[in-house]
């Protein structure tokens, strides 16, 4: 679901739930910065300064676990398919 | 808070740069000493734009013809509100709002703005023979970087319509812009630019403070710092010397006290580059490497350019700054579409 909503993935390149897209150069720190934008704005979360944490981001189930577990700190509504 | 220093002049046309309305066929005339005033703020590394509601070709032309037109970046001649091209513009030189200062000589025009943009400075454009005087067009340093702001810009429109008009990954792209980057320990010529560069950054400042030349001196007489430049250039020219670190270096561990870059090079990713080559350096030298971090509320970016480096919060100090920790580990190789040149030397004598 994070990965369909993110059409700032554009350039073509073909990764899995569990790649790390940061290690495979993919992205940058501008990109990061527009991914947690994304992130608030799709999923009614909150990304402070101690979320800003590389292992939160760098692969889609990583950003799918934190999505989820961010909801449930905020107000127990549960990330659903 | 202090007011901004302005980095942009927006203008209107008619009636302010010169006497008389284009459209209703007169012989428009420029006004006295506009362009002196011009050439002072261009001098000052403060840029010129426009907002007018006029045709754009014959405006441009007359530009061209009154020998004015090279002055203005990112002009806006168009029919809509004088709001949208002020934004248009901000957005185009990516600096904030509060730091541009439009002047019209229409009521109704200057209220628009403020009303959409409360942080711009609007002015009855009959004031203009007085706006050098202002402390706010005073930077306090002009520097060989500020008398080039303005090649650097258009230099930098030219990359973006090739870049847009470049077919193929951006990897290929950036690659044919031969670019070189260089980080060098600072020189005493250097430090006006530093210190220039601590007070025009906001948003890529990892910690929003503020060095004065005097204090940028001490620390590069004193052995315990390494005050580092970086200065990017590729088939264009020069953007100038672009980015700032200070880093603190005690017995195995070395402290990243300031990072900081220019929002010319927002999207070029020398940040990520300067933070690899430090990586490697502390790790060579078996230095642990922290670095400081002070969200101001504009910039998460390089909060961002941290994280995405590797760095994760290790403490809060007492003085509200986080303290940021690189594992030294899975550092990534240096890009190869940059060349990239060191003249920083790390032995302690």
């Known amino acids: 679901m994070v990965e369909s909503n993110l059409n700032i993935f554009n350039s073509g390149v073909e990764f899995s739930d569990d790649d790390n897209i940061f290690r495979k150069g993919f992205v940058d720190s501008l990109f990061a910065v527009q991914l947690i934008a994304y992130l608030e704005a799709e999923f009614g979360i909150k990304v402070g300064n101690k979320d800003m944490d590389i292992k939160n981001f760098n692969s889609v189930s990583n950003m799918v676990s934190f999505v989820e577990r961010k909801r449930q700190e905020d107000g127990g509504a549960t990330f659903s398919q | 808070m202090a007011e901004s220093g302005v980095k942009c002049v927006v ?107 409360g942080d711009v400075w609007c002015m009855d454009s009959r004031d203009y023979l007085q706006i050098l005087e202002h402390s706010r067009l005073n ?58 560069l601590t007070y025009r ?81 502390s790790r060579d030298r078996g230095a642990r490497l922290t670095a400081d971090f002070l969200d101001t509320g504009h910039n998460r970016m390089m909060r961002a350019t941290y994280m995405v480096s590797g760095f994760t919060e290790e403490a809060q100090r007492s003085d509200g700054i986080t303290v940021l920790e690189n594992d030294l580990t899975d550092v990534p190789p240096l890009p190869d579409f940059l060349d990239i040149q060191i003249n920083v030397n790390w032995s302690v004598e």
């Open chain 2, 11 to 117: 203008w209107d046309l008619d009636n302010t740069i010169w006497d008389g309305i284009l459209l209703e066929g007169d012989s428009v005339r420029l006004k006295p000493r506009i362009q002196e005033v011009l050439d002072n703020l261009d001098r000052r590394g403060i840029l010129n734009s426009i907002a007018s509601r006029n045709d754009h070709d014959l405006a441009m032309a007359k530009l061209r013809e009154l020998g004015i037109a090279e002055y203005f970046l990112y002009p806006e001649i168009r029919w809509d509100a004088k709001s949208v091209s002020l934004r248009n513009i901000q957005k185009n030189l990516n600096i904030g709002f509060d730091t541009l200062l439009f002047l019209d000589d229409q009521p109704f025009d200057r209220d628009e703005v403020a009303s959409v943009h």
């Open chain 2, 139 to 196: 930077p306090k340093y002009v520097t060989s970087d500020s008398a080039l702001r303005r090649r650097m810009y258009l230099d930098e429109i030219t990359r973006r319509k090739e870049e847009e008009a470049f077919v193929g990954p951006k990897e290929d792209f950036l690659r044919q812009l031969n670019m070189v980057f260089e980080i060098s320990e600072a020189q005493e010529s250097d430090l006006m630019r530093a210190e220039e």
């Open chain 2, 201 to 281: 950054t906001n948003q890529l400042n990892a910690t929003g403070k503020k060095y004065s030349v005097e204090s940028l001196d001490a620390m590069r007489r004193d052995a315990r710092y390494k005050i580092l430049v970086c200065e990017l250039r590729d088939k264009y020219g020069s953007y100038g010397k672009i980015g700032l670190a200070l880093v603190k270096l005690m017995p195995g561990a070395w402290n990243l006290k300031l990072l900081l870059f220019s929002c010319r090079v927002l999207s070029a990713g020398v940040g990520g580059v300067l933070l690899t080559y430090l990586r490697n350096a």
